[in-house]
């Protein structure tokens, strides 16, 4: 009877699998020495050839699990001391000193770390480092918009762009972070008072990426867009001649924070607190900020190296050393909640 | 020899009053009894209670050398050794008529299932149909495959829920009395459960009687019908007349005649309709409406302001508003002292 | 025959394998419930305001029942069309009209949303023609409303299209012979009957649309679900996620209530024995041209133009084949294990908790659950396994295992309704019959029911495949070191902005679910009695 053949298909295979866990389970213990477990929320397909060139220089496999940065901390805390997590790489600083005091990431004090990395991109404690950095700026229709009308975060929110503003949503981090910035440096009410500028500004209400928001400006449904520096010089590489219209008409302003630069995020990597494999972890951190990989976080992802001297693209190199506020990026974590508060009073979506 | 005997079963379901009460049953080897009832009366539940569908609440079901139930132990239907008909047949859509009636011989080799299936197949005259699908058979056909696929496995009891009731006319009687015969052949000690007088009296060697859970009366057709233990009884096994009577010295006397009694004080004679003859002398009667039924006449006659009616054979048929007389037959009649 | 007798304290049933089986089903699938329902009740506070989670509320019941009209519209409109009458295509259309399913709906969103963008071409093409810009903005609520209305009027049109195949000629004869004209019969007689199976369609489809992250946070609309994942990553707070998702429960509670009525009465009004063709009528001139019109459009709109539009996406790009093959390979085994242990676990339940409706009513509440709240829940039960297991969290076959365990617990809806339904065809006297034969309790579920519903259980793996393809949130959370499906791959592409690569593996996700969603289809037409026999064999 096929029908109870199909069904024991179903427990042997179920047996099958059960004993690959056993197996495989034995295998880890066995081979730790070559391998590094990444949890990662960097939601990039080129990171793969920087773990690919890894492996290569370092003969450890790189193994990694990719999921929204809330999704793998609650994760690692709901694995506890059993986590097989040697790395945690999140795109946003503050999720990163969320999950550092959470105490999922471990001290990794090491000098040539901290010597390449800047101390206001790195954690106090050095239970994460800054590998990659944003940063987010204005992209701006040429036609219409003077580029010292986009040269303050104060402007976006001045009466000069009544309804010709268009930004994403308020729960993304990236915005999360640069309201966060204008708290730390601005107190909350002076903060809420430009979330609501910016609110008023608005051509539409608050929906897409980035990129749409760029679009949006090409198609002149508005002046100003709010954008990670990343995604217009993704537009940018791009040899698509639509896109290479695009950022013909529609330019990148580089807006400053009380005179300090423009706001700025990083990715930032740490090792986890319980990590079976610390040593390949530390060694992982370290591949991280050498130039390969700063360099393929430049031309693949269009990031700010962290690393200074990193060989990268013109279209990079144009803004790279552009000034940022050199605020300690962590602080954005503990601001984060209070950030989309003050959104929401704000009627930002 | 008896094969089953069920005694003192009780079933209910939620608070209200017991599907089965106390109820008891004795099954021989050879032999068939009727468990005869109305619709609703606990008769299905007593059998699936015998059968094990169905846990009793108290009572005991047992076989001469095992338990089947009782408070202590249950043993699941299918190692009771019992086989079961049910009234809706309940083939297996999914089996050819073979398939259907080799399903409880699965511990047999194929050769010896085959062979086995073709011949209780051949018994019932369904050996030609062994390949089709139940859906493709008439009711009569089904009620076959059914039956022979209970009586394969050889069990020592067989149970059979309204058997017939989803038949009829010409083709019940046919089906039935094939049934009969092949049941009689196998020896198992038969249960046939109806809500048909006429068909449990028939095929009838025992008779029992049910109503509201509880069984009123056992004993041959023959016993049951003449001598009904309650009007109750005898209301199951046919039409009643039922008369006040005044019983003294030994005689129950009615409007219609008396009958030897036993006791004294008011009663009721309960009588069948043929109880009433027509004769030259005897209780006066006054002849009200006169209807055709077939073989017979059936009569009201009057006296003395109660009424009854009368099976008459056409030869006697008398007309509306003759006064004639009434002679009783006490094969007929029961008395029962208030 | 042996003569052991079970030596028993109680009137009560003995806990048979199928029992335990059932048990152990229902734990699985409400495991992960229960630990929402834990986490909503443990501290943590609650940062969002009254006024927010209003708005939210709001817009979600708008959603839902935008979605529940446009779905119920089109789905009924479309069944009726296809049943009920003649005219040309109209047998492609029967099945084809179900192909939607087979496309996730973050598919439809993301084809819709780039399609309609502002700097999209349709937009772009009429601001030149018009020298205005047209308000087409799918990025909105009525956009999505559409987009969702579009990507689950199949669950209506299979729904009702099974009841009204089912329908009794005799009824409809009736009416006529009561003097009724064909279009007044259907009004009078065959609508009211079609009633419940329209609910039901509806209510699938609103549990979908409140299930539904991807495609309303795509579209840019905020719901209920928006806020459980606002409380969770931003917030911090998971209670307060949980907390959220209680409304979101008691939904699904009651929209299951709605289709579990809706399908006993639909039982009920099965009548006669006798089936003959339905009388269909035929469709001339302008109306035929409409219907088919219509058909075509809700093909074109459902499925075709947005799977279109994102094939032509991702022309432009050059897909990387080979991590699309193993993330296909992935989907495809995880989908196809997980369909047959999810149609295991609801068969035991099926034939195991005959007696406890309740507990098989509450392992579907997984089905409206969102993602979000699920991987909650989830995680709690999975912690256990992973702190006390050494290596669990790592192993591949515990992840494995874990994700197979958490598509039964959200899928089960899917997986038993068919079942249930399949199961009904067997009479308890066709089990009585199977354990008087000599079979005990599981003996009968395995020669008798499970047979005879083969073919439910067939259209129950298959909806569990379709949507494990589909899945996500579970998949993210849950999965082991590397392994990528094609849902995954998409949603991951699309967080980066990068559409064109997103498209291929969505398509790919049409792709392997278009032969399951055909025969599903298939099936509903082979469903009047008569025509089953040779399908269920």
């Not at chain 1, 949890?39 to 690919?52: E, L, T, V």
């Not at chain 2, 338990?67 to 299918?78: G, R, Y």
């Not at chain 2, 009731?165 to 010409?170: E, I, Q, Y």
């Amino acid at each position: 009877m096929s029908l109870q053949n199909r069904l024991l298909i179903v427990l042997s295979l179920l047996a099958t699998l059960a004993g690959c866990s056993g197996e495989k389970g034995g295998d880890d213990t066995a081979s730790s020495g070559q391998v590094v477990n990444l949890y990662s929320a960097r939601h990039y397909d080129s990171d793969a050839q920087i773990y690919d060139a890894f492996t290569r220089d370092t003969g450890i496999r790189v193994r990694r699990i990719e999921a929204p940065a809330d999704q793998l901390i609650a994760r690692m805390k709901a694995e506890g001391a059993q986590s097989p997590a040697d790395v945690l790489i999140i795109a946003d600083a503050g999720s990163m000193a969320i999950a550092a005091d959470a105490g999922l990431l471990q001290a990794t004090p090491d000098a040539g770390l901290e010597s390449r990395v800047a101390a206001n991109l790195r954690d106090p404690q050095d239970r994460w480092y800054a590998v990659s950095r944003r940063a987010r700026v204005v992209a701006y229709d040429a036609a219409k918009v003077r580029p010292e009308e986009v040269a303050t975060y104060d402007q976006l929110a001045s009466p000069r762009f009544r309804g010709k503003l268009c930004v994403r949503s308020s729960d993304n981090p990236y915005n999360l972070s640069l309201l966060s910035a204008l708290i730390e440096r601005w107190g909350a009410d002076r903060a809420r008072a430009w979330a609501k500028g910016v609110v008023a500004n608005m051509a539409r209400p608050p929906q897409g990426g980035d990129i749409d928001q760029i679009r949006a400006v090409g198609a002149g449904q508005c002046e100003v867009a709010i954008t990670n520096s990343y995604y217009y010089l993704r537009i940018a590489g791009s040899p698509a001649a639509q896109d290479k219209a695009l950022v013909g008409r529609v330019l990148l302003a580089w807006p400053s924070l009380d005179g300090r630069g423009a706001h700025e995020n990083v990715s930032g990597a740490g090792v986890a607190a319980h990590a079976p494999n610390r040593a390949n972890a530390v060694r992982f951190l370290n591949y991280l900020l050498e130039a390969r990989a700063q360099g393929i976080f430049a031309s693949a992802t269009n990031e700010f190296p962290v690393v200074a001297g990193t060989p990268m693209p013109d279209r990079v190199a144009r803004y790279a050393a552009m000034p940022v506020d050199p605020i300690p990026v962590g602080a954005y974590g503990a601001r984060q909640a209070e950030a989309q508060r003050l959104f929401e009073e704000a009627g930002w979506r | 020899m008896t094969a089953l005997t069920a005694a003192g079963l009780s079933k209910s379901y939620g608070a209200r009053v017991p599907a089965v009460d106390r109820a008891g049953l004795e099954l021989r080897h050879g032999r068939i009894t009727c468990l005869l009832g109305p619709s609703g009366c606990g008769k299905s539940t007593l059998l699936r209670l015998i059968a094990g569908l169905e846990r009793p609440d108290a009572g005991e079901v047992r076989t001469p050398d095992r338990v089947l139930s009782d408070a202590a132990s249950f043993t699941p239907p299918e190692q009771r050794d019992i086989g079961l008909v049910f009234q809706d047949y309940a083939l297996f859509p999914h089996l050819t008529v073979e398939q259907n009636v080799g399903f409880g011989l699965n511990r047999l080799g194929g050769a010896e299932r085959r062979a086995r299936v073709m011949a209780q197949l051949e018994r019932v005259r369904m050996a030609d149909r062994a390949d089709a699908y139940p859906q493709a058979l008439s009711g009569g056909e089904q009620q076959r495959v059914a039956l022979a696929r209970a009586l394969v496995c050889e069990p020592g009891v067989v149970l059979l829920d309204e058997p017939f009731s989803g038949l009829d006319g010409r083709l019940k009687q046919e089906v039935r009395a094939a049934a009969l015969r092949t049941l009689r052949e196998s020896g198992a000690a038969v249960l046939v459960v109806t809500h048909d007088a006429e068909e449990a009296m028939m095929m009838a060697d025992e008779l029992a009687l049910m109503k509201h859970g509880r069984i009123l009366q056992t004993g041959s057709p023959r016993d049951c019908y003449l001598q009904p233990v309650s009007p109750e009884a005898a209301r199951l096994l046919g039409d009643t007349v039922e008369l006040a009577a005044t019983i003294r010295d030994g005689r129950a006397e009615t409007p219609f005649g008396a009958l030897p009694a036993a006791g004294s004080g008011p009663g009721r004679l309960v009588a069948r309709p043929e109880a009433f003859r027509i004769a030259d002398s005897g209780a006066p009667v006054r002849v009200g409406s006169v209807s055709f039924a077939g073989p017979f006449v059936l009569a009201e006659i009057e006296a003395e302001g109660q009424k009854a009616v009368a099976r008459v054979p056409h030869a006697l048929a008398p007309s509306s508003g003759d006064l004639v007389h009434i002679r009783l037959e006490p094969a007929f009649c029961t008395v029962f002292p208030d | 025959m042996t003569t052991a007798a079970v030596p028993r304290a109680r009137p009560f049933p003995r806990l048979g394998g199928l029992h335990l089986a059932a048990i152990l089903a229902a734990v699985i699938a409400l495991a992960p419930l229960l630990a929402v329902v834990a986490t909503a009740l443990g501290p943590g506070a609650d940062s969002l305001t009254a006024q927010t989670f209003a708005r939210y509320a709001l817009t979600s019941v708008a959603l839902a029942g935008s979605v529940a009209v446009g779905a119920g519209v089109l789905g009924a409109l479309a069944a009726w069309l296809v049943v009920m009458h003649r005219f040309p295509g109209r047998d492609l259309f029967a099945w084809a009209l179900v192909l939607p399913l087979a496309a996730p709906a973050f598919a439809t969103a993301y084809g819709y949303a780039d399609l309609f963008d502002v700097a999209g071409p349709v937009r772009t093409g009429l601001r030149a023609a018009l020298g205005f810009d047209a308000p087409l903005e799918m990025r909105s609520l009525p956009g999505a409303a559409i987009v969702l209305s579009l990507a689950f009027y199949p669950y209506v049109y299979l729904t009702l299209r099974a009841a009204l195949v089912n329908q009794s000629v005799g009824a409809l004869e009736a009416a006529r012979s009561l003097g009724r004209s064909a279009n007044g019969a259907f009004w009078a007689v065959t609508l009211p009957m079609a009633r419940p199976a329209i609910a039901a369609g509806m209510a699938l489809a609103v549990m979908e649309t409140l299930a539904d992250y991807g495609a309303s946070s795509f579209l840019g609309v905020q719901t209920l679900t928006t806020g459980v994942v606002r409380a969770w990553s931003v917030f911090g707070s998971t209670a307060e996620a949980a907390r959220l998702a209680l409304p979101l429960l008691g939904a699904a509670a009651v929209l299951l209530l709605i289709e579990r009525l809706s399908r006993a009465n639909r039982s009920a009004d099965v009548g006669p024995s006798r089936w003959r063709p339905l009388p269909t009528q035929q469709l001339k001139g302008p109306g035929a041209t409409a219907a088919f019109a219509f058909c075509l459009a809700l093909i074109t709109l459902g499925l075709l133009l947005p799977a279109g539009w994102l094939a032509y996406r991702g022309l432009s790009v050059q897909p990387d084949a080979a991590r699309l093959l193993h993330g296909g390979l992935n989907a495809l085994g995880l989908a196809v294990v997980a369909a047959l242990f999810t149609t295991a676990l609801a068969a035991s339940i099926a034939l195991g908790a005959r007696k406890s409706r309740l507990i098989a009513r509450l392992t579907s509440l997984g089905y409206a659950t969102p993602g979000a709240v699920m991987a909650i829940g989830l995680l709690a039960p999975a912690g256990f396994l992973w702190r006390g297991l050494a290596g669990a969290a790592g192993g591949f076959g515990v992840s494995i295992a874990l994700l197979l365990l958490a598509y039964a617990a959200r899928l089960m809806a899917a997986a038993l309704e068919p079942v249930d339904a399949g199961l009904e065809r067997v009479t308890p006297s066709m089990i009585g019959a199977a354990r008087m034969l000599g079979q005990t309790e599981s003996g009968a579920a395995w020669r008798v029911e499970l047979p005879m519903a083969t073919g439910a259980l067939v259209t129950a793996a298959l909806l569990v495949f379709i949507d494990v393809l589909k899945e996500l949130p579970a998949t993210v959370i849950l999965r082991p070191f590397g392994f990528d499906t094609l849902a995954v791959m998409a949603d991951y592409y699309a967080k980066d902005e990068r559409l064109a690569d997103a498209a291929w593996p969505s398509l790919l996700i049409v792709l392997v679910s278009i032969p399951a969603v055909i025969w599903l289809t298939r099936r509903v037409g082979a469903s009047r009695p008569g025509a089953a026999l040779g399908a269920s064999q």
